[in-house]
DNA sequence: CATTATTGTCTAAAAAAAAGACAATAAATC
DNA sequence: GATTTATTGTCTTTTTTTTAGACAATAATG
């Protein structure tokens, strides 16, 4: 019975995942470390089964590092250095778990595979940090948000990885509404802007943002949101569902 | 002495290249035959040597194919779904090549792997299509051009490939200066304003096109072109080259 | 040398973005 | 309960950018 049957993957192909979260005026990852690698962590990642597509795969190694389902994905970028692959670190981590492989009744053959070359496939999440509880699996020791300014050590070329997906999410953000994925359903213009001010790196005066972001006529204001500070209290507001109620 | 030796490949992976060329308020595809399949085109691609990057694979597999080298490349998208392999499509391949591979001493097993499933990796290409001469490689009957709008029976997802490609093109011609790569070294702003009124299919006014161009100051104006025509004649502009001479 | 078909460039109008201003209000303080 | 404080909601003004309009310049034609 072993977890990783090499017939069961595609070959030198792997996919990694940048896990992204807002809280507190931070853009957070999120990092599972491995149990071996001390002091360095890695991007949740995994590999493509033959029956399953792109999208799928990925999916499936976010549920199973993290516990995370039901998330907005986009592929980004595709990593195919030869430097990325670094068969020294990879057979560390490969020696220190030889007892756990000879447990699954593998041989030294059986793991091989994972010292080759390899090609990966890069994701980026935009989950609601507050909604998701990442669960720790098996193979790591931890599982936490970090923020992008202040990141760990990473294996194997991880941090490039992450720069480039913070690039694409930038980027992106001008042509897709893919900002609100990071927002809890209910929000407050602030909210919004603070995500903007701290994606984009770069302040947005108050009454134009909203403007801006109201005359997109995406959002619905809902009632207002008393937070027990001693000013006006804010309104809320939702991602408008599309075929929703509307406007007669 | 065989041509695809699976063991000098990654597995399961391959390239396939979309070579933008622009002619006659056009933007065209240049598209190899390849000899077997009748009547279906195919876009040219290829497979990864386990010692090259990516981009070096494309570059390798365009030179081949079409005999294009130093051109400018972008990696826009990874296809990857189930659907997209058709084993009865490259079993006819192999079975009507079946007599080359055997003069080449590969036998049944030797190309079995090319009826896999295939991840492919989307890169596409911008050429000055009169700089360009397709060389027709010993696998194709013939390496045209086809406007994208009038394109020929594509195999697999290969037609699914060309519009995203267009669409990752459309995306960035407004981020990067690529445009410029698919003109002649110099130019006339019409021809500037020719290619993006096709590529993003809108029209521009001839007199704010031209301020707007010039305003990124990325251009140097040349002598005056004479075309024959009775009008005034236009002026030349080169791409900057960055370093160049400069203003003091 | 007037005609024709474009090109180069200037100015005016319209629209959008940025900046400024101030009343509204929820809680805390007195 | 009036006053203060820290924000929020929204309106107006200013500035900048975009779009539209206008016209002289010019290379070949007849």
Redesign the pocket.
Known sequence: MKILNKEDYIEQVSIDCVIFGFHDRQLRVLLPKIRVLKDIWTLPGGFILQQESLDEAALRILAERTGIRDIYLEQFKVFGSLERSSPGLMGEVLETHKDTFAELGMVADDVKWLQRRFISIGYYALVDIHQVVPEISELDESCEWYDVKELPMLAFDHADIITKALESLRLMLNHKLIGFNLLPETF???EVQDLYETILDKP?????F???I??LDILERLE?K??????????LYRFKQKGGEGES
Chains 1, 2 share one sequence.
């Open positions: 407050t213009m602030k947005f005066r108050r009454n134009n909203q403007k801006m109201l005359d207002k008393f937070t027990g500070a001693a000013n006006k209290a804010p309104y």
